[in-house]
C-alpha cells in the first residue's frame, strides 16, 4: 500500500535526519563529532569566509559548543575523516573510504585521458615524476610544482602540468589530502594518510552500489532516483533506478509526498522504517539560525523548493548588478520553516558582525519574538566569528 507523507511531516523529517532537530546546545566531543558527520554523510569544504568557512558553519549550526580545532584534530591527527569529491569537495568519515575506492577505479581512465588531451602524450611522464617525487620527499603542494607547463586554457586544465598531476592521483586515490594550509592542500601517498584498514577493504561492485544508494537514503528518509544518485554522487541515476526497483518487494517503500511549494505530490521511495520515523519526530528546537548557503539542507535546490516551499540560489557567481539578493546571503530557518535570509559579514578589522540586510519571506512578520530569536542568533554567530560586535546597517530589513 502506498504510504502518504504530508509536506509537515516531509519538513520535519527532513530536519531530524539532516540533525537540525536536536538540540545544539550540547557538548561536542571528537567521539559525538565523528558519528555527527557519519549521520550526516559528509559536510561540504569551502573556502568563503564570511562568517567562517561552510564546514565549520555547518557543523556549529547543529552543535553550537563545536570549534575548528576539533575537526582539524579528527582529520589530521586521528584520521578519522578524509577528504574527497562527493558533489564537491567535502570531508568524509574514514569508514566510508573503502566505497570511494570504487569511485576512484571509475575516474581514473577519464581524467588521464583529459590529462593526455590537454597536455599532450609528452607529458603524462609527469604523473610518475610527481608521485616519484612525493614518494622521496615527503608532502608537497602544488606550488612545489609552479614552474610546470599549462595548457592556456580556463578552469581545472588550466592549472600547470604539476597541479593537474597532484589532482589526478588525489582523485583516482593514489595520494590524499594530509592537512590543509592556508586552505590549499597538502598532498601525500594515501598509505601515509589513510589507514591500513580502510585502504585494505573494497567492497564488490555490487555491494558498493547497495551502500550508495542505500545510506542516501538513510539520510534522505525518501527520495527519488536522481535525489539517491546525487546525495553522494558516486552511482549513476540508471545504477539509482535499478537498485529502487530491486529493493521495492523488500525493505523499501514506495510514497507520495505532499509538495510544500504547491505543485503537485510526487511519487518517492521511502525507508522501510519510515512509519515509525515520522511517528517518533521531536520538535524542532525554538530557535532561529542562519544556515550556511552549503549547508545539506539546501544543497537540492529543488527538493528544498519542494519539501520547504523555499526558493534559493547562491548568487557568488551572478553578475553584481543582476543580483536579486547579494553575493553571499544566509537562509534563515525559524524553528521548522524557512522564514527569510540575511546579508552578513564579519568584519575583523572594525570587530563585527555587519548586517547589510534582512529579507523576510511573504507572509513572515518580523514580530518581536522572531526579532529577538534572530538578535539571539546574530550574538551566537559574533561570538563563532570571533568578534566583539553586531552592527545593522541602516535600513537593513527590506521587502
Not at 554523510?41 to 549550526?61: C, E, N, P
Not at 570549534?67 to 567535502?90: G, I, N, Q, Y
Not at 520515523?277 to 539546501?298: E, I, K, M
Request: glycine residues 6%; aromatic residues 10%.
Amino acid at each position: 500500500m502506498t504510504l502518504q507523507l504530508s509536506a509537515d511531516q516531509a519538513r520535519r523529517l527532513t530536519l531530524s535526519l539532516q540533525g537540525l532537530a536536536r538540540t545544539p546546545r550540547r557538548r561536542l566531543s571528537a567521539d559525538r563529532l565523528t558519528t555527527l558527520i557519519e549521520d550526516l554523510g559528509f559536510v561540504q569544504l569551502d573556502s568563503i569566509s564570511t562568517v567562517q568557512r561552510a564546514h565549520h558553519m555547518i557543523l556549529f549550526s547543529r552543535a553550537e559548543s563545536y570549534r575548528p580545532e576539533l575537526l582539524r584534530r579528527l582529520m589530521e591527527d586521528d584520521a578519522r575523516l578524509f577528504e574527497h569529491w562527493t558533489h564537491d569537495a567535502s570531508v568524509i568519515p574514514t569508514a566510508f573510504y573503502p566505497y570511494w575506492r570504487h569511485r576512484f577505479a571509475r575516474e581514473e581512465d577519464g581524467l588521464a585521458d583529459k590529462f593526455r588531451r590537454w597536455f599532450g602524450a609528452e607529458h603524462l611522464g609527469d604523473l610518475d615524476r610527481v608521485l616519484e617525487h612525493i614518494r622521496d620527499n615527503g608532502p608537497v603542494m602544488a606550488r612545489d610544482f609552479a614552474d610546470g607547463n599549462t595548457a592556456g586554457r580556463q578552469g581545472w586544465w588550466d592549472w600547470h602540468t604539476g597541479k593537474a598531476a597532484l589532482e589526478f592521483h588525489w582523485r583516482a586515490g593514489r595520494l590524499a589530502v594530509a592537512r590543509r594550509q592556508g586552505f590549499q592542500k597538502v598532498y601525500d601517498l594515501a598509505e601515509r594518510v589513510i589507514p591500513e584498514a580502510a585502504r585494505a577493504e573494497m567492497p564488490s561492485a555490487d555491494a558498493f552500489v547497495d551502500w550508495a544508494c542505500r545510506s542516501a537514503l538513510d539520510r534522505l528518509g525518501f527520495a527519488s532516483p536522481g535525489e539517491i544518485a546525487r546525495f553522494w554522487d558516486l552511482v549513476t541515476i540508471a545504477e539509482a533506478e535499478a537498485w529502487c526497483e530491486a529493493q521495492e518487494d523488500g525493505d523499501i517503500r514506495i510514497a507520495v509526498v505532499e509538495a510544500a511549494d504547491g505543485s503537485r505530490p510526487r511519487p518517492v521511495y521511502a525507508r522501510g522504517d519510515i512509519e515509525d520515523l515520522v511517528s517518533n519526530l521531536d520538535d524542532p528546537p525554538g530557535r532561529l539560525r542562519a544556515l550556511n548557503p552549503f549547508d545539506p539542507v539546501l544543497r537540492d535546490r529543488k527538493r528544498l523548493m519542494a519539501t520547504f516551499g523555499f526558493d534559493y540560489r547562491i548568487e557568488i557567481f551572478v553578475p553584481a548588478a543582476k543580483r536579486r539578493y547579494g553575493y553571499y546571503v544566509f537562509p534563515l530557518l525559524d524553528r521548522d520553516r524557512f522564514v527569510g535570509r540575511i546579508d552578513m559579514k564579519a568584519d575583523r578589522d572594525r570587530d563585527t558582525l555587519g548586517v547589510k540586510a534582512l529579507w523576510l519571506e511573504p507572509g513572515c512578520r518580523p514580530s518581536k519574538g522572531r526579532l529577538e530569536r534572530l538578535d539571539a542568533e546574530l550574538d551566537r554567530m559574533r561570538r563563532f566569528a570571533e568578534v566583539s560586535s553586531v552592527a545593522m546597517a541602516d535600513g537593513y530589513l527590506r521587502t
